[in-house]
């Protein structure tokens, strides 16, 4: 009896919302700087060891990962105050609720034994929301496309810091 009172005081509720013009939002509120981190990694190829990884955090730390196993090498970097802006910028414009969990074709005949997959996982307000997506081959969704190219693109992060990783010891 009060379940059926309270949903039919929250569809009321709704409704009175909609004709004053007003809409209770249901999802959560956007994120504060300090609140996201992303961690990619990869794996299959030729070896089946993928091509690496990277996480980075609105702390501005960058770590970039050679392998999966928790003994590849690793190294972090410091984003400059730009470099973190624009990541911040590209998971402010993502909208991950809509990302399927996996983005490969169906057809898996199409699929070869040395494609890369590629896992992003994005957690956001201090760990309380987690999404995992997944691809074999590309098209993605143009956000997660826009977050992944800032990341391991041509001219990404990940393009900028693995070089001077592997100079490191």
Known sequence: MKRAFFLIMTIAAAASAQ??????????????AGDWKIEITSTGGITGGGNGGLIVSSDSV????????PQSKR??????ADELRAVDDA???ARPRAWAECHSLADVSTHCCDLIHTTLSLSVR??????????L?????????????????????????????????
């Open 137 to 169: 081959l590309e098209p993605l969704p143009a956000d997660l496309q826009a977050l992944f190219a800032l990341l391991r693109g041509p001219a990404s992060l990940d393009a900028r810091y693995r070089p001077l990783c592997t100079t490191m010891p």
């Open 19 to 32: 004709q004053s013009g007003r809409q209770r939002s249901v999802a959560h509120p956007a994120q504060s």
């Open 126 to 135: 201090s760990g309380r929301d987690l999404y995992i997506t997944s691809w």
């Open 62 to 69: 960058l770590v970039i990962t050679f392998g999966s196993t």
């Open 91 to 93: 998971v402010r414009s």
């Open 75 to 80: 190294c972090s970097f410091q984003l400059t």
